[in-house]
């Protein structure tokens, strides 16, 4: 599984992100225009917001994976450079999403293939630090995909967000719900009491790896029987 933007040329990314930025003005001047006209004064400041919240993650996350400040361990999976002996691991992106999935995929489909990825991710993150001398690594993450169930097969112990997150989470609500409606295939609104923060120890991924392949393997598999 390929995200296509590195697939792209300097030029074509360039082009791409130009593109960008000329819609999303051209959305802008649009909303001032109706606002004018129709004296709704508010109305820009709600687009501007949406604009700059769904047009982030196409910005920072290619521009931090350039950097090196986020890695991606599998196409889905993110995760930030060790800081206070933790690793903080992310889902894809609304930038991620965009340019992964088949338009002829399915919801269903694009569920597993989530879960898949995230698994692959965790058999990369592990093998990538199971050599190292820092076996009391803190690794954890956020999210609403995986439930509670499947996170204790893993290894993981769940709790709430911290009231940070769950702020970050409340002002990213339109960036959810459309990576939540990419991956459905249908508009969906995710439930932010759903969501949860994961963790565990880079010690206890290892105790959990063949398991992990094992749940992998069989994703895997379903999805390519489907296909």
């Keep these: 599984m390929t995200n296509r933007y590195y697939l792209k040329s300097k030029k074509e990314k360039r082009n791409f992100h130009f593109q960008l930025a000329i819609y999303s003005l051209l959305s802008i001047i ?88 995230y698994l692959e991710g965790l058999l990369n993150l592990t093998k990538h630090y199971e050599n190292s001398s820092c076996k009391n690594l803190n690794i954890k993450g956020t999210t609403y995909i995986i439930n509670e169930n499947t996170a204790k097969k893993l290894g993981f112990k769940s709790k709430q967000p911290e009231f940070i997150q769950t702020i970050i989470l409340i002002l990213n609500y339109p960036n959810l719900m459309v990576t939540k409606s990419i991956a459905s295939k249908k508009l969906s609104f995710p439930n932010l009491t759903n969501i949860r923060t994961y963790e565990t120890s880079l010690e206890n991924l290892i105790a959990n790896t063949e398991k992990i392949k094992i749940i992998n393997k069989r994703i895997k598999s379903t999805i390519a029987n489907n296909r």
């Design 30 to 117: 649009l909303i001032f225009s109706i606002s004018y006209f129709f004296r709704l004064y508010f109305l820009p400041f709600i687009f501007i917001w949406l604009t700059l919240i769904l047009l982030a993650p196409f910005i920072d996350t290619p521009t931090l994976v350039k950097n090196g400040k986020l890695k991606y361990y599998s196409s889905l999976l993110l995760a930030e450079n060790e800081k206070n002996n933790s690793i903080s691991i992310h889902g894809g992106t609304l930038f991620d999403y965009y340019f992964i999935f088949d338009k002829n995929s399915s919801g269903t489909e694009r569920k597993k293939i989530i879960l898949q990825q």
